[in-house]
């Protein structure tokens, strides 16, 4: 814990990877430039970077678009 009592954002991140069995993408997002200890900071954080990753490694070219159902 910090000189205030708060858990580091941070710690907390690394806690969820941990949780989810995701540790090995735990780097993909770097959260030690969040000074702050809102979760709403850590989520927005780690979406943007984990969008950002999908779209370098080739988000667009993993999903096929399919034609519409058709309802009778």
């Known amino acids: 814990m910090t000189e205030s009592g708060k858990i ?6 690394y806690l ?3 949780a989810w069995n995701r540790l090995e993408e735990r780097d993909i997002v770097d959260v ?5 200890t809102n979760l709403a900071d850590l989520f927005a954080k780690v979406l943007i970077g ?3 990753h999908l779209f ?3 988000f667009d ?3 096929r ?5 058709e309802y009778d």
């Open 50 to 52: 984990g969008v950002g």
């Open 16 to 18: 969820l990877c941990y």
């Open 61 to 63: 070219c993993v999903f």
């Open 8 to 13: 580091p954002i941070q710690n907390i991140y």
């Open 65 to 69: 678009r399919m034609p519409p159902p």
């Open 32 to 36: 030690t430039g969040i000074d702050s």
């Open 56 to 58: 370098k490694r080739g």
